[in-house]
């Protein structure tokens, strides 16, 4: 595996930094901070040269683990099947999955996932609760987010990389467990960045979660159940 930054000096020339700031500045290179402390780190990274090092420490090795360490993952052989017959229903005569080939567009870990895994190592924390990532993803990439859950509070961090909804048209995100109806977790905004709760319900088993992400009308499905196109699909995978 790929050695872990040496966090354990000060920034070049500089003074030793707090374990807050270097787990602030690992979290801003994976883009898991909230807007607003996004936005106070980097105004404080324009006046400290410690910061700013930091942050090029870890963009180096989470680049590095990213190239060397990212394995991809295969969808379980049950996935599809429930997905087609419990969360979005499609019936024979609309063969949109094999036409589309969306499960081939399961990709592999993401940058993020493999880095939150390195800044757990290097801080050595201990994992309280079962934490998975994921991508949900069209299979040309139009649509793209990256997802992880945090079993402690039952939350899905989501990033936005690719896409946007259709004029007139919202985004609304699913999640179910096999042969359970479809829960909508929420409508997705124009921000590229989101958290949200995952029913309880849902959280005995998060990696058997088939998570969607449908095309609706303003406001969102009028009737609890995807009614629009399925844009993307995905799943979560233990780190």
Same mark, same amino acid.
């Given at each position: 595996m790929?050695?872990?930054?040496?966090?354990?000096?000060g920034?070049?020339?500089?003074?030793?930094?707090?374990?807050?700031? &270097?787990?602030? +500045?690992?979290?801003?290179?994976? *883009?898991? $901070?909230?807007?607003? %402390?996004?936005?106070?780190?980097?105004? =404080?990274?324009?006046?400290s040269r410690?910061?700013?090092?930091?942050?090029?420490?870890?963009?180096?090795h989470?680049?590095e683990?990213?190239?060397?360490?990212?394995?991809?993952?295969?969808? &379980?052989?049950? +996935?599809?099947?429930?997905?087609? *017959?419990? $969360?979005?229903?499609v %019936?024979?005569?609309?063969?949109?999955? =094999?036409?589309?080939?969306?499960?081939?567009?399961?990709?592999?870990?993401?940058?993020?996932?493999?880095?939150v895994?390195?800044?757990?190592?290097?801080t050595?924390?201990?994992?309280?609760a079962?934490?998975?990532v994921g991508?949900?993803?069209?299979?040309d990439?139009?649509?793209?987010?990256?997802?992880?859950?945090?079993g402690?509070?039952?939350?899905?961090?989501?990033?936005?990389?690719?896409?946007?909804?259709?004029?007139?048209?919202?985004?609304e995100l699913?999640?179910?467990?096999?042969?359970?109806?479809?829960?909508?977790?929420?409508?997705l905004?124009?921000?590229?960045?989101?958290?949200?709760?995952?029913?309880?319900?849902?959280?005995?088993?998060?990696s058997?979660?088939?998570?969607?992400?449908?095309?609706?009308?303003?406001?969102?499905?009028?009737?609890?159940?995807?009614?629009?196109e399925?844009?993307?699909?995905?799943?979560l995978?233990?780190?």
């Amino acid at each position: 595996m790929t050695d872990t930054p040496d966090t354990d000096r000060g920034s070049v020339g500089g003074p030793r930094l707090s374990e807050e700031d &270097r787990a602030l +500045a690992a979290e801003y290179v994976l *883009r898991l $901070l909230e807007p607003a %402390e996004h936005a106070d780190f980097e105004q =404080r990274l324009g006046f400290s040269r410690e910061l700013r090092d930091e942050v090029a420490m870890w963009q180096a090795h989470f680049g590095e683990v990213a190239e060397t360490e990212v394995q991809p993952i295969a969808p &379980r052989p049950q +996935a599809k099947a429930t997905l087609m *017959r419990s $969360l979005f229903e499609v %019936e024979k005569k609309v063969p949109f999955w =094999r036409a589309a080939g969306l499960w081939q567009g399961l990709a592999a870990l993401s940058f993020g996932a493999v880095g939150v895994m390195g800044y757990l190592l290097t801080t050595q924390q201990e994992m309280p609760a079962p934490l998975l990532v994921g991508e949900i993803s069209a299979q040309d990439d139009s649509l793209r987010l990256l997802v992880l859950y945090d079993g402690a509070d039952g939350t899905l961090r989501i990033t936005r990389t690719d896409g946007v909804s259709r004029p007139g048209r919202v985004l609304e995100l699913w999640a179910h467990g096999p042969d359970d109806p479809p829960q909508s977790l929420g409508l997705l905004d124009a921000s590229a960045q989101g958290v949200v709760k995952v029913p309880p319900a849902l959280r005995n088993s998060p990696s058997d979660l088939i998570l969607g992400i449908s095309d609706e009308p303003a406001g969102g499905s009028p009737t609890g159940r995807p009614t629009g196109e399925i844009m993307a699909i995905g799943s979560l995978a233990d780190l």
